[in-house]
C-alpha cells in the first residue's frame, strides 16, 4: 500500500524565521515520484517540486529547499526566512511508478505572523 | 496560456441531484485527472483520463462517472447526490501520467444541502 503521513497538522511561527515542514512515505515501488504542492486560500493547488526515487540529491530554490532521504523515506520541506505570504496549506505527496493517482498526505497549515 | 480551468467555480445542490462538472486542459495536455478535496484533508483520486480512455479509478461508488472529450476536456458526472459529497473539486491536467508534475485548476466548490 502507499501512505503519506504529514504528521504537523498546523504549524505557526513569527516572519523571518525558517519552518521544516515534514513528510514520511510509504512504498514498495522502486520507481515512484514525490511531490509538493502548496495550496492558498483560493484553493488552487501550486506545483512547487518533483523528486524521482533515484535522484536523492538536495535541491534549493529560492528560500525553499528540500531533503529527501531514501534512507528514513522521509522527503521533507524547508523554508528559509518565511514570509507571510508562505502562509498555506503544503501537501507532500507520492505518485508510484506504475500507478495512475497521486496519493496526498493530509496537509499542513502554515501560518506566518507578521 | 490558460491554465486548467474549472466551471463552475461554486455550485449549491440538493440532495438526490445530479451534477455536472467540467475541465478544460492546458493545451496539449492529454492527460485529465479529478480528485476530491473534503475540507481539512488532502485530494483524494477519483479518475485519470489519457486519450480518452479511462486509466485509473479512486475508490468511489458508482455514482460518479467522467468522460474525456475529443478535444481532451472532460466531465465528471456524480448522481443521487449525498450531503458527504460536498466538497472542493479539482481536476489537474499533465502530459502523460503526471511523472512531470500535474498542474491543478482552481476546483470547484459543490455544496449538497
Known amino acids: 500500500a502507499q501512505k503519506v503521513t504529514q504528521a504537523q497538522t498546523e504549524i505557526s511561527v513569527v516572519e523571518k524565521e525558517d519552518v521544516t515542514l515534514d513528510c514520511v512515505y510509504e512504498t514498495r515501488d522502486t520507481t515512484y515520484y514525490l511531490f509538493w504542492y502548496k495550496q492558498p486560500p483560493s484553493g488552487e493547488l501550486v506545483f512547487l517540486i518533483r523528486r524521482n526515487s533515484f535522484d536523492e540529491q538536495n535541491e534549493i530554490s529560492g528560500r525553499y529547499s528540500w531533503n529527501f532521504q531514501k534512507s528514513t523515506s522521509s522527503f521533507n520541506f524547508t523554508i528559509t526566512a518565511s514570509q507571510v505570504v508562505d502562509s498555506a496549506v503544503y501537501f507532500c505527496a507520492l505518485l508510484g511508478g506504475s500507478a495512475s493517482k497521486i496519493i496526498f498526505g493530509s496537509g499542513t497549515r502554515l501560518s506566518i505572523r507578521p | 496560456d490558460a491554465g486548467v480551468t474549472q466551471s463552475p467555480t461554486h455550485l449549491i445542490k440538493t440532495r438526490g441531484q445530479q451534477v455536472t462538472l467540467r475541465c478544460s486542459p492546458i493545451?496539449?495536455?492529454?492527460?485529465v485527472s479529478w480528485y476530491q478535496q473534503v475540507l481539512g484533508q488532502g485530494p483524494q483520486f477519483i479518475f485519470q483520463y489519457y486519450e480518452k480512455e479511462e486509466r485509473g479509478r479512486g475508490n468511489f461508488p458508482d455514482r460518479f462517472s467522467a468522460r474525456q472529450f475529443p478535444n481532451y476536456s472532460s466531465e465528471l458526472n456524480v448522481n443521487a447526490l449525498l450531503l458527504g459529497d460536498s466538497a472542493l473539486y479539482l481536476c489537474?491536467?499533465?502530459?502523460?501520467?503526471?511523472?512531470?508534475?500535474?498542474?491543478f485548476g482552481s476546483g470547484t466548490r459543490l455544496t449538497v444541502v
Open positions: 489537474a491536467s499533465s502530459w502523460d501520467r503526471g511523472l512531470d508534475g500535474y498542474t
Open positions: 493545451s496539449g495536455h492529454k492527460s
